[in-house]
């Protein structure tokens, strides 16, 4: 005996098999990333004043990569509903579209990821707290550090670092060290901070450093959740990327041998595609505009 | 599950709108913290801003959800699931809210011995 | 009728494509229900048997500090080294130990067996399903699980020792204590939890979707009823767990705060974090599917007993539509009651008494099903296997659980019996006397379905009764120990407050008591050797059945070849009347299976 319903709908239930089955995976995704947006709001409104940070986002990126995500979830149904109009060509030319989309998202994904990895804070013995880039001397070629932390100081026995500060913060205290002349503060707050270079760097002595840590998980409870969730919601991408890529390359032999097969299959892939996108919905805003 | 067989391209026209649509909402969330001038964020304070991007969140949500996972045709699914959430939501943020404040050792003390209030 | 072994292939003219797939796709890489079903069952009854002698070596520990562990000591020190130096069991090997006898107990044991196991072979039969719905995913989920359940043992071996957090595993302690242990338990996690919500799936999309024609939902045998509702308990109570080992995890491997509070101090030092985390925000979300896990862990063994009553009193079950009501309801209320587990957090008392409310509520429920197990009992006619005892031995142990878990639930007198052993016997009572005993009701119930052989009735009885004594002997005592006082996890047993007779409340009986109850343990263990000899040797040894349905039951697994070929039923089934159809007026027989049709006139 075969088992029943894999294509054909249930009559009393109107479903087929995959459709019940993604939906109730769905569910269990919801309460899965709702913890995490529970997670958030406790950490948030936990955490100590000025810990908080805001504005440290890129949001033009994040915007770009939200039109990606929206334009894959577009493609994906087309890409469906070509099946179901049996257009075979319109449906491969979707899915090449919408898992391009995926991996773009990707991407530009690592490339934020790696621009926070050498972006940095550092709080001074003193008390004043600065955010800024490190660049330092490898040979001739002046290189980006990256996951650098107050451990790093003493383990690579750095006496000192070259800072290029940012613009003051919404989030915390803009005091400088050394302190600034006015034009100099000037020159910096018309830059905003945002991207490396645009101003001079200053030294500071590694045993005036209290802490120093890149914009990585470690670094505070906002860039922890942040991390977590966007890695989780990027897992998710590439799971979903990798089971559109199989229903791409062996669409036409399954096509072949039972069409409907293949257009259930796709819609199935299809809601969870856009389950993940429902929930960078909701992360965009959250992380980087709230 | 109804039939998609006749008028796909209809369904396609409109699948590309709810796309533009999704597209104006993103922009709109955009706006609320990037242009200076219309910048909402630092004009009407965090609780308005909040409240307008989760609201524009769960309205392109809501697009994706009904449009491109075909939710609108299962309105009773719907009215079930989203009311038992709703139900859940506002029972336990309304729990959360009422005992927040409600910490051992604050409020009114008792007597051990005799029970009274002190 | 037929008593086929497993190479026998049963079918008619239909064609299955049924060439010999091979030894590994047929045994290993399964997608048989009824394969994965007994490969769950091997893997949790193994570690069942581990995690039951990580607790002897506790008892002997709690009994006797101090002293090392006659024979098995020297192998211990060998394996763990300095902890276990001499054989003697040190309080971090105790911790470690304990972490481990819960962890595995819970999720590597008797959730695997009552659910995966007996879930897997039976639930598709009792629905006249040819499989699960999907069988591939069903795979994909065992084999996650025994991944899980590999690295959950290879923590045992790595320098640092496994977790020795508690099952618990509470932040800050589980994420400061030094040493990878914790780390290979939240992998593990991860992938048990994966597991189940794949599991979790399978089965709601297959109770739904794969009932038999004529197997309407008020037709479904109880059992099955009680996995579908534990089905949807792991698919949405599990991943807020996900969640928090995911964290837990990020604090381990990567630094992060989530759960370690801003000025955090580690061995007389301030911990080199960013702070802002919070310790309640683990448990909170480890309680969410906490509770519903203990609701997970009974429901099939609710339901395979009320198979065995229903099926052993020759009549039917006395309130089945309540049953059914009771433990939909009880699934949907387990999942507001989770913190009465933690009512010492510092919580006000308006919260608590919510907590406390919905957690005397959901008494209601559970009181329900076990009323209408027991009133299944009146006018029965009891036939006495060994599975008919062991089910009716749970009703009682079930309740004496249910019931000391009242002064648990209410806010006021947790406040003395949080974390005492008091709460180590309310749980056990409902887990070991009760849970356990529905499972070993269910294997010697459904064993000759699998095998084709009854096991050993005069050894089953000796494991039943032995077990029976000595599970109230080892447990009942350990009231009036918390009630006196005695904290848990204490690796010394409380010797450290034997001076305190009289002091601090904790009286020396009270601690001498240890040693009755670890001999009461080591008798457990010797009364459960009946019954993994009779395992083993009724496989080629026990006496053979004459019929497919030895037991002369109503419900659809026993209306198949033995053991059921792969797509299970030989022409497809239908279904024209309820599951306990016993003793039914004017019906020339004792019992009508399902699938017999009415007949005209």
């Not at chain 1, 940070?53 to 577009?74: K, R, Y």
């Not at chain 1, 069409?259 to 299959?265: A, C, I, Q, S």
């Amino acid at each position: 005996m075969d088992i029943p319903f894999t294509t054909k709908a249930r009559p009393d239930t109107g479903l087929y098999n995959a459709k019940l089955g993604i939906w109730l995976f769905l569910a269990s995704e919801v309460m899965l990333f709702g913890a995490f947006f529970s997670a958030y709001i406790l950490l948030r409104v936990g955490a100590d004043p000025g810990a908080w940070a805001h504005g440290l986002m890129n949001v033009p990126i994040g915007t770009f990569n939200t039109f990606v995500l929206i334009l894959s979830s577009v493609t994906v149904v087309m890409a469906w509903a070509a099946l179901k109009a049996h257009n075979y060509s319109l449906y491969r030319n979707c899915m090449v579209i919408t898992i391009a989309c995926a991996l773009g998202f990707l991407v530009v994904k690592s490339f934020e990821y790696a621009e926070k990895f050498r972006h940095y804070e550092v709080w001074m013995k003193d008390g004043t707290r600065m955010t800024g880039h490190i660049d330092y001397q490898d040979g001739a070629v002046k290189k980006h550090a990256y996951l650098w932390n107050t451990k790093t100081l003493s383990k690579k026995k750095i006496e000192s670092i070259a800072f290029t500060p940012d613009a003051p913060n919404e989030w915390m205290p803009g005091q400088y060290y050394p302190p600034m002349t006015k034009e100099q503060l000037e020159h910096v707050k018309k830059h905003d901070g945002k991207g490396d270079h645009h101003h001079e760097a200053i030294t500071i002595k590694s045993a005036d450093i209290q802490r120093l840590s890149a914009f990585v998980p470690a670094h505070s409870t906002f860039f922890a959740i942040y991390f977590t969730m966007t890695a989780l919601h990027g897992l998710h991408v590439l799971g979903g990327a990798i089971v559109l890529s199989y229903f791409l390359f062996r669409g036409r032999k399954m096509w072949q041998a039972d069409p409907d097969h293949l257009t259930n299959r796709v819609e199935v892939g299809g809601l969870f595609w856009h389950f993940v996108d429902l929930v960078w919905i909701f992360l965009f805003p959250i992380m980087y505009i709230l | 599950m109804s039939d998609h067989t006749h008028d796909i391209s209809k369904h396609r026209k409109i699948y590309i709108t709810v796309g533009v649509i999704l597209l104006i909402g993103t922009l709109c969330t955009f706006a609320l913290d990037h242009f200076d001038s219309i910048n909402l964020k630092k004009k009407v304070g965090m609780l308005v801003a909040t409240l307008a991007a989760l609201a524009i969140a769960t309205v392109k949500g809501g697009f994706v959800a009904g449009v491109f996972m075909h939710l609108s045709n299962e309105k009773k699914w719907v009215y079930w699931v989203m009311g038992i959430t709703i139900f859940c939501v506002l029972g336990l943020m309304g729990l959360t809210l009422w005992g927040m404040n409600d910490i051992p050792g604050q409020g009114h003390q008792f007597d051990l011995k005799t029970g009274l209030p002190k | 009728m037929h008593t086929a072994t497993h190479t026998d292939v049963q079918h008619g003219t239909h064609e299955h494509g049924h060439e010999d797939i091979g030894f590994w796709r047929k045994y290993i890489f399964s997608t048989d229900h009824k394969v994965i079903g007994i490969q769950y069952g091997i893997t949790s009854l193994a570690f069942l048997f581990l995690g039951f002698m990580l607790m002897l070596a506790m008892r002997w520990q709690i009994a006797k500090p101090g002293e090392p562990i006659p024979f098995f000591g020297p192998i211990l020190a060998q394996i763990f080294g300095d902890v276990a130096a001499k054989g003697i069991i040190s309080a971090d090997l105790y911790n470690t130990f304990g972490a481990m006898h819960g962890t595995i107990m819970v999720f590597l044991a008797v959730v695997p067996l009552g659910f995966a196991a007996f879930g897997n072979y039976v639930v598709p039969l009792q629905i006249g399903a040819p499989d699960m719905a999907f069988p591939r995913v069903n795979m994909a989920s065992f084999w996650a699980f025994f991944i899980g359940c590999v690295v959950m043992f290879a923590s045992f071996f790595i320098p640092s020792g496994a977790a020795q957090f508690g099952w618990t595993s509470y932040s800050p302690g589980a994420t400061t204590t030094p040493g990878d242990g914790q780390t290979y338990w939240l992998v593990a996690m991860i992938l048990l939890i994966t597991s189940s919500l794949l599991g979790a799936v399978n089965f709601i999309a297959t109770i739904i979707q794969l009932r038999a024609p004529g197997m309407t939902w008020f037709r479904l045998p109880f059992f099955c009823w009680a996995q579908f509702v534990t089905a949807f308990l792991l698919l949405l109570a599990f991943p807020p767990l996900e969640t928090a080992g995911l964290m837990q995890l990020m604090d381990k491997v990567l630094g992060t705060s989530f759960f370690l509070p801003t000025g955090l101090f580690v061995g007389g030092n301030p911990a080199d974090i960013s702070g802002g985390g919070s310790p309640l925000l683990w448990q909170h979300l480890f309680w969410f599917l906490g509770h519903p896990e203990v609701y997970v862990l009974i429901l099939p063994a609710i339901g395979m007993v009320t198979e065995i009553l229903a099926n052993s009193t020759r009549k039917p079950i006395w309130g089945y539509k309540s049953m059914v009501y009771a433990v939909l309801v009880l699934g949907f209320i387990s999942f507001i009651v989770w913190a009465h587990h933690m009512y010492l957090t510092g919580m006000g008392t308006k919260i608590s008494t919510f907590f406390q409310a919905t957690t005397m509520i959901i008494s209601i429920p559970s009181v329900v099903l076990l009323t209408c197990l027991f009133m299944s009992l009146w006018g029965g006619s009891l036939r006495f296997h060994t599975h008919t005892l062991f089910a009716l031995a749970f009703l009682p142990m079930f309740g004496i659980g249910g019931l000391t878990g009242l002064p648990l639930g209410f806010n006021f007198s947790d406040i003395l019996l949080h974390d005492s052993y008091y709460v180590i016997a309310h749980f056990h009572y409902v887990v070991a006397p009760g849970t356990i005993f529905g499972l070993f009701a269910g294997v010697y119930y459904w064993y000759p379905k699998m095998t084709g052989r009854k096991m050993n009735e005069t050894l089953g009885r000796i494991h039943f009764w032995l077990s029976l004594v000595f599970m109230n002997l080892v447990f009942m005592p350990m009231f009036a120990q918390g009630m006196a006082g005695m904290s848990r996890r204490m690796s010394d047993g409380g010797a450290t407050y034997a001076e305190s007779d009289g002091i601090l409340g904790l009286s020396a009986a009270t601690i001498q008591s240890n040693t009755a109850i670890s001999h009461a343990a080591f008798a457990l263990a010797l009364a459960q050797i009946p019954f993994i000899i009779n395992f083993f040797w009724s496989i080629k040894k026990g006496e053979k059945i004459t019929s497919d349905n030895p037991w002369e039951s109503t419900t659809l697994e026993w209306q198949t070849p033995t053991p059921p070929p792969h797509g299970n039923f030989e022409k497809p089934i239908e279904v024209f009347r309820g599951p306990y159809e016993y003793s039914v007026p004017g019906h020339p027989g004792d019992f009508v299976p399902q699938n017999e049709p009415h007949k005209k006139n």
